[in-house]
Structure formats: structure tokens, C-alpha cells
């Protein structure tokens, strides 16, 4: 019996319960004698708070407590911490001011929690939020990125409002290129501001029991034992072993659900400090509101060429919005998830990039979907566009001559690729999008009165995050390996533990796919089990496309380890030698006999350990591995992208999207393609239609789907997608990682298209009908 | 939401007398502006009075030339009715555009146009169709009905009953989305009515309004063409994040070509 489903398309495991409504998230838990948790939110993006009086509400009816952001500092709380330290150019540590749980003394962007009111109901805990009256000292509000440096400064221990001023790279080298160079492209470009928009918002639900001080904390997070270990090492909530936090389903999480958050800190400091269960869940504005936001970048660039348009020297110049507070792994979005980036596919000999990190009074900004990688992206592949343009070559050709062919090959910015092959993806996707065949569509368009464009982008990606010496190195405060664990029952199913965090990613059956396939045992006899402290080791959770690079090859790892007791437990009982025994699809055998036993007998015989060599093996098959990887995966893809352009109105249809990546080893085809389709509407959301906007008071104008334009099924295309093959060189499965290479690759492939249709050279995200009409009105900025 | 007294009342009589005796009482027909409003607690009603069960407020009828709509008839009656269709299918596909499924299901004319959105679709079919609304108290001609944004003629209390279409010779609607909310950020009505032309832009400005220069313009001869020269002055339109008030201007003028086009 074979049961290699590695390759297969297996339906989703976890999708009966979601699609059946037997899913279980964190608003669904209910614990008897629960109370509700409501934010008293500012209303004002920077002020000084005078006083909260909270009389009225707490007489309101069915009002519990209600506590402030003071009461909780007077209770000993720590700040909410970010957690990577990035050094500026003159060795110093980024500014962080300190990051309260809920403002005690100033609010520094509108929406962030100043009180929590607990009511025995949402109503009342609601109703009773309005009643507490926040007296504001209203400053004026630093918004524009772009100024932060001559606004009013908002911390005291930060001057200029820059957290940081980090570089990466060779200064003196990059200059030199781009002074003797034969050409110079330069590009000035805003990577707009985005809002995550999970589908389930953010819960928690705290649970403290005065009798044993422990403290379970139910939430929306990807990954619980950060949340554990920030509440007991940064906050002081509870010591690790009294604190149990669940993440059970999670809707969606896309970077938002990584990060430690005042609401989810607030609610379980309330519960231990009232001793009662609480339950907060967002509404949709406060997820607006309060969710980190993400990306956020203005950039300039400068590509140096010679005469052929091989690429001599690339600078980048960034400022990086962090919103009012460095959020969790705020710092190393810009930086380390981003400067790295910016070889691309390229074999660009120097590259010098530098970037200010910047506070203002807005949400705090952290990783999202793609999280650095999308910008390094968006703005290499667009400055290559424009520049196969100025130096007369095709998108494609320029990309060819300066494509990196050797592996591996150390870039000029710390990452070392193990492999790709990027003329193979291109070429690819360029078949599967028909590129010869563009002008005569492009033609046919311009009957129609359409303007037809097509664009490019060839993007990479590094996974797997990450070896944590060299995220040490880099400033990480926590390793990023991963655990996993196999318990094989008596009967021979297998439990599988991960610390990996599924969120919609559907580990559940890639993970049984991966296990089953490594033990020759049927997937519907794997239970993959994830989420909750109290039962798994520690885990790094999910982020960063980690999770089968990661804590797949820690599965790995554990299925060797229990095949190699398996072998010896079958030597045992088959009289032979440990180093005699082949392990094949679900079979220990001899070799060179007819002699065998399957894997469940050896279970078996591992829990009813009647005839067993008890003097040198312990009884029972449970193994359990960490694994923490040799070298980040290079994800990498080629992406073409077809729009048509109605000139008088500015509208874009996307008319054919086509994704050729490269993930390594494909487990489960079908889960990998729908990871891209996400990636993809995502991207495509930046591109065309998502877009945060604060006025200059500080106000959110984009607070709810009445503005913030997410992405629908009519505003895409059918994607045709592929992909393929270069296996990751250092992981045992060979895979690199598929979670957020629609986001980041889709973006440019989408402007490159437009630019091409218009004829302009430049156009900002999000390209709305009205910006795309005026760029034609103007008649292109070439 | 705040606590409010609900009533289902099953006559219109029963429904304005509840309203008179409420302290500040609000109807509520598909709820699709209500409910939200409420659930964001921008209002406060002391009664909510659900008109959902009086007969008398749904149905579409065509006599003698006349469609009459019923105020509670929902955006997917209309989308889909044989006696819209054979009257003016412009009207049809105006409701047909609103919102999406769950939103037509719910969503009324009559709510529609009590509420007086200024990117609402229907108020553009009230003022280009020429259409009369009938109230528990009078008739109020379409071109009288809307008075601001978020404003109507209607005194407090009085309820919207039904609206009636005269025959028109042909008309068509056209709307650009609003790519968020599916609004409209321009929707333009024109329409042939006897020997006249009706053009009704919506979601261009703080209120519905016809334009009478592109009126005059296509009275003359109704083509594509009569629309050269003719433009929506900007300073009378809405600027916002999604469109400036040049753009929208400009939309008016794109909108009512194809609209004139689908003639
Ligand atoms: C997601 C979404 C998308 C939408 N998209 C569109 C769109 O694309 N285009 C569009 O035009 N509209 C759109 N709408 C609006 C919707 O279609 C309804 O027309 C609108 O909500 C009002 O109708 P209603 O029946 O729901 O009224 P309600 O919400 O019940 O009432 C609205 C107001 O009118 C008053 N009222 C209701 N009926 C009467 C009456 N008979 N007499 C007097 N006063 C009355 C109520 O007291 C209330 O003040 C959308 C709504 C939603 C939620």
C-alpha cells in the first residue's frame, strides 16, 4: 500500500468543519460567568490626557469595573515591547518610546485604548464606554511622513520623530557606479498604506482563576506561545507555566494576528485583576482602527546601467512610517525583511540602502502579508521597468542580461540564495501569458476604444525565517526554529504537534500529507494539532511563508526519529539487525527475506511491549524535533500581467494574470495555488483599489468598507498560475515557502501594466480610475 | 444600538398614529441605512416603527400608462418585474445595480428615497422618469421631492407610500461605481418623456439634480454628439477621497454619453 500524497492535490482536511460552521474561534469559546470587555478609544490622534472621569460609567446598570490605562500602570504592568533592535549608521539603538498597554498619560493616535469598561453584557459594557468622559489637552497631529522631521516632535527621546537611521551595503561603491555610469534610472514612489482586514477581528477571551492564579488567554493569534512568553517576560501578566494561551481557528491573520496588542494585554490584566472571565471581540471599526497597518513607504531610488543595461549600482533612499508606537516586529520590516531584498533576481554588484524609520500620530504600522518584501519588490521592479524603457530594451531582455545564474550567490545585501532558476520562471510565464502575442490584442483593444497594456515583474522572496543566529546577529529577540512532535498511538494514527499556527493555510492537510506520506500510513490517520500551549512544546508560530520550511522540516526530523526506533523495534521482533531493516511505505522488512511488519504492528508492540528489548529501548513511539534552519528559502516567480484601460472614465480591468512561481517541493498543488490566489487579490487590492488615509488631524477617513476598497471576486481575473521547480538546497523537504508571493509579486506586475497602456512613466498605488484618467489627461511624465 | 420600542404596525393609519404618539419615532422599511445607523449609534430613535407588514405598501401595478411602485417594494422586486420591464427597463436596471444580492433583497424604493443618499441610485429615476411620490398625505411631484443632502420635502411623520412613473418614449441609466461602496459616484438618468428630455445626474453633488444644460443640449437633437460642448461646472460638485469634483465633472459628462448611447 503506497501512501505517498506528496504532489496531491488532497481536498483540505479542515474544511468540512469551516464550511459547516463547526469551526471554533475565539468568539465562539464562552465561559460560564463571562464578563465583556469594551475600549474607550481617543478620539483624538495626539493630546495629553487631563483626566478620566469614570464615575457615571462605572453606576451605569450591569457595569462590572471599568479600569484605565493609569490603574493598569499603577498595577506594575510593563509596556508592550518591539521585539528586533535595529541599530542606526552611528551604532545606536532605535528610539523606542515606551508603548503602553492602555494611555495613562498622552494618546498618540486616534483610536487607541484609554479605559476598558467590563459590563455583564456587550450593551452595558457599550453603553457605559460613552458615559466615561477622557478630558484631552488636543495637540496638533504629526500625519505627513514626509515632514515628520520638521513637525512637533511627539517623544521626548526622539528627535525628528526617526526611530532609527539604518543602512545596509557598500556606500562608497554604490556612488561610484552610479557617477561613471552610462545610465542612470531614478524613481520617486510612495508604497501606499494598507489595512489588513482579516475576516475574523481580533478576540480574546481571558480566563483567570484566583484558586490556582492561572490564566488562560483564548485568542486570535498566529502564534500563542509569543503571546505567552511577551505577557510573562515584557508584561508581567503571569509566570509562562500559569499562563496558557489558545489560538484556536483563526480566520485569517495575514501579519495583523503576530503581534502582542493592547486590547488582547488589557482584557486578560482586567480578568486576572477582577477575577472573572472576560470576552472582547472587535468590531469592524475598532479593526480599522487598532489592527497594525502595513507597508507605508516613500522612496527614492537610483539604478546605475552601462552601456548594455547591465546593472552597475542600485541606491535606495526609504522612509518608513512606524505609526504612533514600534509595534511587536515593527523595526525589522523596513530593514532586515526589506534592504535584503533589494538585489531581487539581479546581479547587481553593489547596493547601498538607507532608511529612517519614522513616528507619527497614526496606527502603529508592523508586518503584513509579505511584510518588507512587497516594497523591496514593488520598487525594484518597477525602477527595472522603467528602465528597460530609457535604456530601449524589452521588460523581459533587461531582465535576462542581469538575471543571477550561479548559485549560490552571496548578494551585496547579507542573503546568501541557494538556488533558483529565474530564466525558467520567466520564460514560463511569458508562454503561458502569450507575450508574442500582445501587439495584435493590443490592436484589437484599440478598435474597442481600450487602451491594452502588459508589465512584468520578476520577484524573490526570502522564507523560512529564519536561522536565529543569524537573526540574533541581526537584532531578533527571539529564536525563529520551529518544534514539532509525532505521538503514534497504540492502533498506529499518528498525532501530529506543530508550532506552526494555521490561519487558513491548511496545515492540517499539508502537514498530514507530509507526515503520512514519511511513515506509509493513510492521511485520514493523521491529526495534525496546533494553537495552544497547554498542549504542544514551544513554538515560533506562523509568518513569514515559515511554516512547512520551518516546522515542516521539524516534522521531518521527528518522522526520521521515529522510523529509527521503528527499526529497531522491528530487528527485535524479526531476529534481525537494526542496520538490516528497510523502512518503505508503511513497512519495516528484512532485507534480502520476505520477512516484514507493518508500521502499525511495530506501534503496537511499542505500547504492549510484551515482546520488546525493554533492556535497551523504552517502551512507546513519541519523538520530537526542533529544527531551526541553515539559511532563509528564496521563494522566487515571474508574473505577467494583462489590463485594459477605459480612457475615458480611467477604469482598469485586469484581463489576464498569469503567476509562474517557484516554492521548491509542492506538497498539496491545490492548497499552493490558492495560497497564490490570495497573494494575488491581495497584491492586486494594493495595486488598484486599497488605500489608508488619515486627514491631517489624524482622523482615519478610510474606516470602513463605505471607503476602504477591498478587493471583490468581480474586480479579478481568472489567474493562471504554475509553477516551477528548484528544490530549497537546505531543508529536508526542499520547500521554500508559498504564503506571500501573490503580495509581493503581483503589485508591480500590475503598475508595469498600466504604465505600459498609458504611456506614462510614473503612477502611484493605488491607481484609481480618477489617478490613472488624469495620468492620460497629462499625457504621461516621460 | 440604543434601546428604542419596536412596533409592527399592519395599517398605515395604525403606523402614523404610532409615530404621533412617539416621543421621536423613526419608520423602518428594509433597514439597509437604518440598521447600521443604528448598530453605529448615529441614531437614536425612542420607537422604531417596522412598516414591513402593511400590505398596502408593496406591489408594482402599470394602469393606463402608469407604473406604481409601492414605497416597501424591494430593489430586486423591481429589478425583476415584467410590469417594470415592459414600462421602462432603465428602471429595472437602475435596481438592478444597487448594492449587491443581500442588499436588493432587503433594500426599498421607498426607504431609498426617504433617506435621500446623495450617491443613492433611485433619486436619479424620480427626477429623470419625472415620477410623482405619493405620501399617506399628498402627492409630491419627483421634481419637488429632493431638498439637500440627506433632505426631502417630506414633513415629520409623513410616510412615503408609493411612487408613480409616467410612460416614457425611451431613457437609460448609467452609473460609475464608487469601487468601495458600489454607490454611485455618477449615475446619470436620461430620458425621452413626451416630446422633452430629462437628464437627473446623481452622486455627483450633495444632492440629485438635473442638468439642464445637457437637457437643453440633447432637446435639440438627441445624440452622443449634442453632449460636445456641454460641461457640469466642478465648483457645484462634491470633491472626496474617492473623486475630486474635476473628475466627477468630467464622469458626469462620459456617463451621460453612454447613457444618451444606450438610448
Ligand atoms: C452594503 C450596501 C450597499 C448599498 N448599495 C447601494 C447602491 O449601490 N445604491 C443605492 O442606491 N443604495 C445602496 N444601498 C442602500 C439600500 O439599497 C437602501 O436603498 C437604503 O438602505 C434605504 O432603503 P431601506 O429600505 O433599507 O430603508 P431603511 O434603512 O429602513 O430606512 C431609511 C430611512 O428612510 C426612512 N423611511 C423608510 N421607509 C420610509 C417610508 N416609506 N416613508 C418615509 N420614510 C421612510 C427611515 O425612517 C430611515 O430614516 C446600499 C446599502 C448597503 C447596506
Redesign the interface.
Given at each position: 500500500m503506497t501512501e505517498q500524497t506528496i504532489g496531491q492535490s488532497v481536498l483540505r482536511k479542515e474544511d468540512m468543519r469551516f464550511i459547516t460552521g463547526k469551526g471554533q474561534y475565539t468568539d465562539d469559546i464562552n465561559i460560564r460567568g463571562q464578563a465583556y470587555g469594551y475600549f474607550v478609544r481617543s478620539t483624538v490622534a495626539r493630546a495629553g490626557i487631563v483626566n478620566v472621569d469614570v464615575s457615571e460609567a462605572e453606576n451605569a446598570p450591569g457595569v462590572i469595573a471599568v479600569l484605565t490605562g493609569r490603574q493598569l500602570a499603577d498595577d506594575g504592568l510593563g509596556t508592550l515591547p518591539c521585539g528586533w533592535l535595529v541599530l542606526s549608521k552611528d551604532g545606536s539603538g532605535m528610539k523606542q518610546p515606551p508603548h503602553p498597554v492602555m494611555a495613562a498619560d498622552a494618546v498618540n493616535y486616534a483610536g487607541e485604548p484609554v479605559a476598558i469598561v467590563v459590563g455583564e453584557s456587550f450593551q452595558a459594557a457599550k453603553?457605559a464606554a460613552?458615559l466615561v468622559v477622557v478630558d484631552y489637552d488636543e495637540k496638533s497631529a504629526v500625519v505627513d511622513l514626509a515632514t515628520v522631521q520638521d513637525a512637533d516632535q511627539l517623544y521626548d527621546e526622539v528627535p525628528g520623530n526617526i526611530s532609527y537611521d539604518w543602512e545596509l551595503g557598500d556606500k562608497d561603491a554604490t556612488f561610484t557606479a552610479i557617477d561613471n555610469a552610462h545610465h542612470v534610472t531614478r524613481l520617486t514612489l510612495h508604497n501606499n498604506r494598507l489595512i489588513p482586514n482579516a475576516v475574523e477581528p481580533r478576540a480574546a477571551v481571558a480566563d483567570f482563576n484566583p484558586a490556582t492564579e492561572e490564566l488562560t488567554l483564548y485568542t486570535t493569534s498566529q502564534n500563542p506561545h509569543v503571546v505567552r512568553l511577551i505577557f510573562t517576560a515584557f508584561v508581567g501578566l503571569a509566570p509562562e507555566h500559569k499562563l496558557r494561551v489558545v489560538a484556536p481557528d483563526v480566520g485569517g491573520g495575514f501579519g495583523s494576528k503576530i503581534f502582542v496588542y493592547s486590547e488582547e494585554t488589557a482584557v486578560s490584566w482586567a480578568s486576572r485583576r477582577l477575577g472573572i472571565p472576560i470576552k472582547w471581540t472587535a468590531e469592524r471599526?475598532e479593526s480599522f482602527l487598532a489592527d497594525a497597518h502595513g507597508r507605508d513607504h516613500l522612496t527614492e531610488a537610483a539604478l546605475a546601467m552601462d552601456e548594455e543595461g547591465n546593472f552597475l549600482g542600485l541606491y535606495v533612499k526609504t522612509r518608513a512610517n512606524m505609526g504612533a508606537y514600534l509595534s511587536t516586529f515593527a523595526s525589522s520590516v523596513p530593514t532586515y525583511l526589506y534592504g535584503t531584498l533589494l538585489a531581487g533576481q539581479y546581479k547587481t554588484p553593489s547596493i547601498y540602502v538607507e532608511v529612517e524609520a519614522a513616528f507619527t500620530n497614526t496606527a502603529p504600522v508592523d508586518a503584513y502579508r509579505g511584510a518588507g518584501r512587497p516594497e523591496a519588490s514593488y520598487l525594484l521592479e518597477r525602477l527595472v521597468e522603467i528602465a528597460a524603457g530609457e535604456m530601449n530594451l524589452s521588460p523581459a531582455e533587461i531582465r535576462r542580461r542581469n538575471f543571477i545564474t550561479e548559485f549560490p550567490y552571496q548578494t551585496p545585501v547579507a542573503l546568501e540564495y541557494d538556488t533558483g532558476d529565474y530564466n525558467a520562471s520567466l520564460t514560463r510565464a511569458l508562454e503561458m501569458a502569450d507575450w508574442d502575442g500582445f501587439a495584435n490584442r493590443k490592436a484589437e483593444a484599440e478598435l474597442r476604444g481600450k487602451k491594452r497594456g502588459i508589465g512584468i515583474s520578476c520577484y524573490i522572496e526570502a522564507c523560512g525565517i529564519a536561522p536565529s543566529q543569524v537573526a540574533g546577529a541581526l537584532g531578533a529577540g527571539v529564536g525563529l526554529w520551529e518544534s514539532g512532535e509525532i505521538r503514534v498511538n497504540p492502533t498506529g494514527s499518528v498525532t501530529v504537534l506543530t508550532g506552526s499556527h494555521s490561519h487558513g493555510q491548511g496545515h492540517e492537510t499539508t502537514f498530514a500529507q507530509l507526515v503520512s506520506s514519511r511513515l506509509g500510513i493513510p492521511v485520514e490517520d493523521v491529526e495534525v494539532v496546533h494553537g495552544d500551549t497547554g498542549k504542544l512544546d514551544f513554538g515560533m508560530g506562523t509568518y513569514g511563508s515559515r511554516s512547512l520550511a520551518v516546522g515542516g522540516s521539524a516534522l521531518s526530523r521527528a518522522a526520521d526519529k521515529i522510523v529509527t526506533k521503528g527499526r529497531k523495534i522491528a530487528a527485535h521482533l524479526m531476529e534481525s539487525t537494526e542496520d538490516d531493516i528497510d523502512f518503505d511505505d508503511g513497512e519495516f522488512r528484512v532485507r534480502d527475506s520476505n520477512l516484514s511488519k507493518t508500521f502499525q504492528e511495530i506501534a503496537f508492540a511499542a505500547y504492549v511491549p510484551h515482546n520488546y528489548p525493554l533492556d535497551e529501548l523504552e517502551p512507546g513511539l513519541a519523538e520530537k524535533a526542533f529544527y531551526d534552519p541553515g539559511n532563509f528559502t528564496f521563494p522566487s516567480g515571474a508574473y505577467v500581467c494583462e489590463v485594459e484601460i477605459d480612457p475615458?472614465?480611467g477604469e482598469t480591468e485586469i484581463v489576464k494574470f498569469t503567476a509562474v512561481d517557484d516554492f521548491g517541493n509542492v506538497i498539496n498543488p491545490m492548497i499552493v495555488a490558492g495560497q497564490v490566489h490570495g497573494g494575488l487579490a491581495q497584491g492586486i487590492g494594493q495595486a488598484l483599489?486599497e488605500?489608508c488615509?488619515y486627514d491631517d488631524t489624524g482622523q482615519l477617513?478610510?474606516g470602513s468598507?463605505?471607503?476602504?476598497?477591498?478587493p471583490r471576486a468581480d474586480?479579478l481575473p481568472d489567474f493562471d498560475v504554475d509553477t516551477t521547480v528548484t528544490p530549497c538546497t537546505h531543508n529536508p523537504i526542499g520547500a521554500k515557502g508559498c504564503g506571500e508571493a501573490g503580495a509581493i509579486g503581483s503589485p508591480p506586475a500590475v503598475i508595469n501594466a498600466i504604465t505600459n497602456a498609458i504611456g506614462v512613466r510614473e503612477l502611484d498605488m493605488p491607481a484609481?480610475?480618477?489617478r490613472v484618467?488624469?495620468a492620460i489627461q497629462e499625457g504621461g511624465r516621460s | 444600538m440604543?434601546q428604542f420600542n419596536y412596533h409592527q404596525p399592519q395599517t398605515i393609519e395604525e403606523a402614523r398614529s404610532l409615530y404621533n404618539k412617539s416621543e421621536d419615532g423613526l419608520y423602518l422599511a428594509g433597514g439597509h441605512t437604518l440598521i447600521p445607523s443604528l448598530r453605529?449609534?448615529l441614531s437614536s430613535p425612542s420607537d422604531v416603527i417596522d412598516l414591513s407588514s402593511i400590505a398596502a405598501l408593496t406591489g408594482i401595478e402599470r394602469q393606463g400608462g402608469v407604473l406604481r411602485i409601492g414605497a416597501l417594494t424591494t430593489h430586486d422586486s423591481v429589478a425583476t418585474s415584467e410590469a417594470v420591464l415592459g414600462h421602462c427597463s432603465a428602471l429595472a436596471t437602475l435596481a438592478s445595480g444597487i448594492g449587491d444580492a443581500q442588499v436588493r433583497n432587503r433594500g426599498t424604493i421607498g426607504g431609498s428615497i426617504a433617506n435621500n443618499d446623495p450617491a443613492a441610485d433611485y433619486p436619479a429615476a424620480i427626477l429623470g422618469l419625472n415620477a410623482t411620490v405619493h405620501t399617506d398625505q399628498r402627492d409630491i411631484q419627483g421634481d419637488n421631492f429632493f431638498s439637500g443632502m440627506f433632505e426631502t420635502s417630506l414633513w415629520a411623520g409623513e410616510m412615503v407610500v408609493g411612487i408613480s412613473f409616467p410612460s416614457v418614449t425611451a431613457a437609460s441609466y448609467v452609473k460609475?461605481p464608487n469601487?468601495?461602496?458600489r454607490y454611485a459616484t455618477v449615475g446619470v438618468m436620461v430620458a425621452r418623456i413626451d416630446d422633452g428630455v430629462r437628464v437627473a445626474i446623481t452622486g455627483a453633488a450633495s444632492c440629485v439634480f438635473r442638468a439642464s444644460a445637457m437637457e437643453d443640449a440633447l432637446s435639440s437633437k438627441l445624440s452622443e454628439n449634442s453632449l460636445d460642448n456641454v460641461a457640469i461646472d466642478p465648483d457645484t460638485l462634491m470633491s472626496d477621497?474617492?473623486?475630486?469634483a474635476e473628475?466627477r465633472a468630467?464622469?458626469c459628462g462620459?456617463m451621460a454619453r453612454k447613457a444618451v448611447a444606450g438610448l
Open positions: 453603553d460613552e471599526s475615458d472614465t483599489l488605500n488615509v477617513l478610510t468598507y463605505m471607503d476602504y476598497c477591498m474586480d484609481t480610475p480618477e484618467w488624469r | 440604543y453605529q449609534r460609475f469601487p468601495a461602496s477621497i474617492h473623486a475630486s473628475y468630467h464622469l462620459v
